[in-house]
């Protein structure tokens, strides 16, 4: 339970467009569930699979949240990504991500099979409208010692993705309380994985 939150925590810094310190997102969700607890969702990795790269890229990613200007891309997320198999030389194979999520839904409601390739859809076409500054946040310097910049497009489309799928949670599949109410609405401006 814990580590999908922190998944949800820790894209959620990789990708919000807001990266000033008076940032809400950074703050984390307003309520102790996690969204796995008000609505499960086809997902593109194992938790287990992601905590490895969150332990090593979070300190990071956290100080780069920090910088105001061109939002940096996040070293979670590709590193994510690269154990997929799904990112090489700043691009996200498309059609692997989509039998990768798919397969995640199958034992899932059928419902999420149309949500998955809408979102998917969506994400894509929204990282297509923000190229230019995709573009120029893999072409930063480091900015401190020690810093390693990775290409945003990986942030920006699991974030989308996770972002999409618990907004468009099935009503019969999500549960209906004043925690999961207050996490749907964080959800709506703060993405997650």
């Not at 618990?166 to 549960?175: D, G, V």
Request: proline share 7%; glycine share 6%; net charge negative.
């Amino acid at each position: 339970m814990f580590a999908k939150w922190l998944i949800a925590a820790s894209i959620a810094l990789c990708s919000s467009p807001m990266v000033f310190a008076d940032n809400p997102c950074l703050k984390g969700p307003p309520v102790a569930k996690n969204a796995a607890e008000c609505c499960v969702t086809p997902s593109l990795v194992e938790p287990s699979a992601f905590m490895a790269c969150h332990s090593k890229w979070i300190s990071q990613t956290k100080r780069q949240m920090a910088m105001e200007g061109i939002p940096r891309g996040c070293c979670v997320a590709e590193c994510v990504m690269n154990q997929t198999g799904l990112y090489s030389d700043g691009k996200i194979d498309r059609a692997a991500l989509t039998e990768l999520y798919l397969g995640s839904a199958k034992p899932l409601a059928p419902e999420w099979k149309q949500i998955t390739l809408d979102a998917i859809d969506g994400c894509f076409g929204m990282a297509d409208s923000i190229k230019e500054e995709i573009d120029a946040g893999a072409k930063l310097t480091p900015a401190f010692d020690g810093e390693q910049i990775c290409h945003p497009i990986s942030g920006t489309i699991l974030a989308c993705m996770g972002m999409t799928l618990f907004a468009e949670c099935p009503a019969k599949l999500f549960t209906v309380n004043d925690a999961c109410n207050q996490l749907k609405s964080y959800h709506s401006q703060c993405p997650f994985l």
